[in-house]
């Protein structure tokens, strides 16, 4: 039975396991305007760490007066606080711009005031390639290109001479950067120890494509002789060659992923999760679920919209192998028979990982599902051309774990978030003050009965997001009505429509947790 066979190999690969934190086991795909049902490009990200801060608020665009200077920093563990979070280091200076655009700002943000948008997933490659003498880490890069460009291009070119110039400090990064016309992924690795610099490679993913990242570099080889859909540092295969990653005289081609993240292909904690996603929106490709590498991009069976996202961010491996849900059973191979899957439980799929020696985390022989626990936030973006920026630009955003969130829009002509939003759930410890504890406080009460409280997870949920979705067509219409005639208005209008969705939807959650504790306190 070759599902028993998955869970035997992987509790003897749990001796071997390269200990990660999860705090960097983001999953993010990216859509070309070809792919997608209404032509927009859509990117996401589920950011899968419990230390990263719950607050976000929208930074306006801004004028700088000449010689400004710009202080960056970097992010370092801080257990000093109510929960484990992190504080900022400070890595130098460098010169501002004269004018900066307006973005939504949580710590990785993901749209600004042009429909620029981004997502990010954590790979970290080759250790002897970190470097602390760079002053940009990848949180502050984002917002470098958001402040600065309104390209993905422009992005990708700006990431490249910041970097060249004042160094990368952070581990491997993948940013999937989408702009209203195009998508790109961008991979980036530090220049080695005690350098300054980067080392990075960027390709397109074609318009009717869809793509993944998740904790492993994508980018195989590079046809830098084709600029429409390629870019690269001038070093990526030089630096490849001098740290004796690659040999050119071996008749091989040059890979970016093996030269800088070969342990990603041989993780099944990233490579499950690639397949997971291209097989769900192409499944008339039967890719196989072992296999080392999959294709960059596909073109999906049907057209994807925001809500196929938003489900493929809640799955758990239902229905494959893979399987940890109480009712699943599989056909054992050798006799025929139907029994219950060996990695079946009551509970979130993910939490009986300990019993069966199966790691949990995003180690690089590790198992683990695109719905986590430690989802702070995760974002689905869409950046639609026929639509001014204030009304194309909208983030729907769910706090906590993606199996249970419910996605607010947030347009980005809205100028203010509601106050629990801009509050910071891991600096004040449970408050509901903060809008990340009423999502978390319920994906914890029903992770301990999901098999059961889904249900009701779902019956709260599902039709709050789709009367969001039912919603839009109408806020567009009146917000581009306001928009041709009286733009502070149209601004008003799309602030007051964001600050009620997200004041509904937390409480919502805070009632729902209330009810989970009073309808299952006595079946504990």
């Given at each position: ?47 899968d760490s419990h230390r990263t801060p719950s607050s976000m608020t929208i930074v306006p665009p801004r004028r700088h007066k000449q010689g400004t200077l ?12 109510a929960m484990p979070n992190y504080s900022r280091e400070p890595t130098g200076m460098i010169p501002q711009v004269a004018e900066t655009h307006g973005y ?283 639509l001014p920026d204030p009304i194309g630009g909208v983030v729907w955003l769910g706090y906590g774990n993606t199996a249970m969130t419910t996605y607010v ?116």
């Amino acid at each position: 039975m070759r599902t028993y066979l998955v869970m035997s190999s992987l509790a003897v690969g749990c001796a071997a396991l390269l200990a990660s934190s999860p705090a960097k086991a983001c999953t993010s795909i990216v859509v070309g305007k070809g792919a997608s049902a209404d032509g927009s490009v859509m990117t996401s990200h589920t950011v899968d760490s419990h230390r990263t801060p719950s607050s976000m608020t929208i930074v306006p665009p801004r004028r700088h007066k000449q010689g400004t200077l710009l202080q960056l920093d970097r992010r370092k563990e801080d257990d000093s606080g109510a929960m484990p979070n992190y504080s900022r280091e400070p890595t130098g200076m460098i010169p501002q711009v004269a004018e900066t655009h307006g973005y939504l700002a949580p710590t990785y943000a993901p749209m600004n005031d042009s429909q620029l948008a981004i997502g990010e997933s954590t790979f970290g490659g080759r250790e002897e390639l970190h470097s602390d003498k760079g002053l940009i880490d990848c949180e502050w890069l984002i917002r470098l290109m958001m402040e600065r460009t309104t390209t993905a291009r422009g992005a990708i070119r700006l990431a490249g001479e910041l970097l060249a110039e004042y160094g990368w400090n952070d581990e491997g990064e993948a940013l999937t950067i989408v702009d209203k016309e195009e998508a790109w992924i961008m991979e980036i690795v530090g220049p080695g120890k005690g350098k300054v610099g980067a080392i990075w490679a960027a390709r397109r993913v074609p318009d009717d494509h869809v793509s993944v990242v998740a904790n492993g570099s994508r980018i195989r080889t590079l046809d830098l002789d084709n600029p429409e859909f390629y870019m690269a540092s001038a070093n990526v295969v030089s630096a490849a060659v001098e740290m004796g990653y690659y040999d050119p005289e071996s008749a091989l081609p040059f890979q970016f992923c093996y030269a800088y993240n070969p342990q990603g292909r041989y993780s099944a904690a990233v490579t499950r999760r690639e397949w997971r996603v291209l097989d769900l929106l192409a499944p008339s490709l039967k890719l196989d679920p072992y296999a080392e590498n999959y294709p960059f991009s596909v073109k999906p069976d049907e057209p994807v919209t925001p809500q196929r996202i938003m489900a493929i961010f809640r799955d758990t491996f239902e229905g494959t192998d893979f399987d940890m849900t109480a009712s699943f059973t599989v056909t054992d191979e050798e006799t025929g028979k139907t029994v219950k899957s060996p990695l079946a439980n009551p509970f979130m799929p993910y939490d009986a990982n300990k019993l069966f020696k199966i790691n949990g985390g995003w180690g690089w022989r590790g198992e683990r599902t695109i719905a986590r626990w430690y989802t702070m936030w995760a974002t689905v973006t869409q950046s639609r051309s026929w639509l001014p920026d204030p009304i194309g630009g909208v983030v729907w955003l769910g706090y906590g774990n993606t199996a249970m969130t419910t996605y607010v829009p947030i347009f980005m002509g809205a100028t203010d978030l509601p106050e629990t939003y801009k509050t910071d759930g891991r600096r004040t410890g449970f408050s509901r003050d903060a809008a990340w504890w009423a999502f978390n406080r319920v994906e914890t009460i029903a992770a301990h009965r999901w098999g059961e409280m889904r249900k009701d997870v779902a019956a709260v949920r599902d039709p709050l997001q789709q009367r969001f979705f039912d919603e839009l067509p109408e806020v567009e219409k009146t917000a581009m009505k306001l928009l041709e005639k009286k733009p502070r208005k149209a601004a008003e209008y799309l602030t007051e429509y964001v600050m009620n969705a997200g004041n509904t939807v937390v409480q919502a959650y805070w009632d729902l947790g209330d009810a989970l504790w009073t309808r299952y306190d006595e079946q504990w």
